[in-house]
């Protein structure tokens, strides 16, 4: 897909009446007075995706990443991470994601908040390709269903998983690249390296071969000068 979201093919998605869950009330208020609304009146207009794309799909493949948000009850909001393998985060249907939930500190402040509200946010942030999207949605926590855990969790993963967590799409959009700094994970370092390492192996074994050429040049040379 060429990793690149900023340029939705709205071939694929029938936006719906969702604008409002993005661009709030408050937020095109806060446009208007600052000199932005009229930028941002078609995209008001037309919708956001709320479906997976491939092009989605394909980002959230490579990702091994994610930041939830939710907020509790009467608003107190709260973030946090979530990852795994790349590829962790698994699709079940056009709307809907999911991921197992793995043994942390057991604060379960996460839990709490989407016991008491479902809405949620994730911001899923490519470092090295300097991408990121954002997904608004529901999120509701599924326990003691060990089929739907086995279905999302990485074999192999040092981890326990404990639940799922499932997000509803509801809308969903592409940032610039704007302010992120490039980073690699290990993975990604150690691929440079071994490209770097095989380029330094081929460059070693045709010097070896050069030098031994010429050692044998260089002996007929002189022979042939005496």
């Known amino acids: 897909m060429g990793r690149s979201l900023s340029g939705i093919n709205r071939d694929h998605v029938l936006p719906t009446n969702n604008s409002s869950i993005v661009f709030t009330p408050a937020a ?3 446009q208007a007075e ?10 008001f207009a037309e919708g956001f995706p709320d479906k997976i794309t491939p092009e989605l799909a394909a980002f959230i493949a ?13 608003g107190a909001p709260y973030v946090q991470h979530r990852g795994g393998p790349k590829g962790f985060i698994k699709i079940i249907d056009e709307k809907t994601l999911g991921f197992a939930d793995y043994r942390g500190n057991r604060q379960y402040i996460t839990l709490a908040n989407l016991s008491e509200n479902d809405r949620g ?6 470092f090295a390709h300097k991408q990121r999207v954002k997904l608004w949605g529901r999120a509701r926590v599924i326990e003691n269903d060990a089929s739907l855990v086995e279905k999302l969790f990485d074999a192999g993963y040092k981890a326990k998983p404990e639940r799922v967590i499932l997000f509803t799409i509801e809308a969903w959009d592409a940032n610039c690249s704007s302010h992120i700094t490039a980073r690699f994970s290990e993975a990604d370092l150690e ?11 081929e460059l070693e ?8 050429a010429l050692a044998q040049k260089e002996p007929a040379e002189k022979t042939s000068a005496e």
């Open 28 to 30: 095109r208020q806060a």
């Open 34 to 43: 600052r000199g932005s609304a009229e930028r941002y009146d078609r995209r």
């Open 62 to 74: 490579e990702q091994d990443t994610v930041f939830l948000a939710t907020a509790s009850g009467d």
């Open 121 to 126: 946010f994730l911001f899923v942030l490519d």
């Open 191 to 201: 691929q440079a390296f071994n490209t770097v390492r095989a380029k330094i192996e």
């Open 205 to 212: 074994t045709e010097n070896a071969r050069l030098r031994a």
